[in-house]
C-alpha cells in the first residue's frame, strides 16, 4: 500500500513560517519608523530658526490643563512680525503634520518643552508634535 503525503503536514510547516515572516516584517517597519523619528532641537520661526533652548527663555510661561510651556502668542510677539493679529499660522511637526490657526488661537495656545503645542480652545486635533516651523502667512 502506497501512503500519501498528508495535506496537514504542509500545513503545519507553512502557517507557522508565514507567521513568523509577518513578524519579523512588522519588527523591521517598527524599528525604521523609530530610527527615523527625531526629536526637534530648532524650530523656525518666521523664516528664523532658534534653539528650544533661546525660545524657552523669550516667551512668558503658560499652563493649560495639566500642560506647561510658553504662550505662543508672547513668543510669536517676540519672534514675529509686526501686527501679528493679522496674520495666520501654520505650525509644522517633524512628521509632516500641520495645523494653521488665527490669531486668537494663539493667544490660548502654548509651545510645551516636549515640543508639542497645546491650544485650551481648540479641539486635541489641532495639537501639534514636535514642531519644527511656525509659518506666518
Known amino acids: 500500500m502506497i501512503s500519501r503525503p498528508d495535506d496537514t503536514m504542509g500545513k503545519e510547516r507553512i502557517i507557522p ?47 493649560i490643563d495639566d500642560f506647561q510651556g510658553i504662550a505662543l502668542d508672547d513668543l510669536i510677539k517676540k519672534t514675529g512680525p509686526i501686527n501679528p493679529e493679522t496674520y495666520t499660522y501654520t505650525i509644522n ?10 490669531w486668537e488661537n494663539l493667544q490660548q495656545g502654548l509651545l510645551t518643552i516636549e515640543g508639542q503645542v497645546i491650544f485650551a480652545d481648540l479641539p486635541k486635533a489641532f495639537r501639534v508634535r514636535d514642531v519644527i516651523q511656525i509659518e506666518v502667512k
Not at 523591521?28 to 530658526?49: D, G
Not at 509632516?96 to 490657526?101: D, E, H, L, M, P
Open 17 to 63: 513560517l508565514l507567521a513568523l515572516t509577518f513578524l519579523l516584517l512588522s519588527s523591521e517597519a517598527t524599528l525604521y519608523v523609530y530610527a527615523t523619528t527625531t526629536n526637534a532641537t530648532t524650530i523656525t520661526i518666521n523664516a528664523q530658526t532658534y534653539t528650544y533652548d533661546q525660545i524657552f527663555t523669550l516667551a512668558e510661561p503658560r499652563t
Open 93 to 102: 511637526g517633524a512628521d509632516g503634520y500641520q495645523k494653521t490657526v488665527k
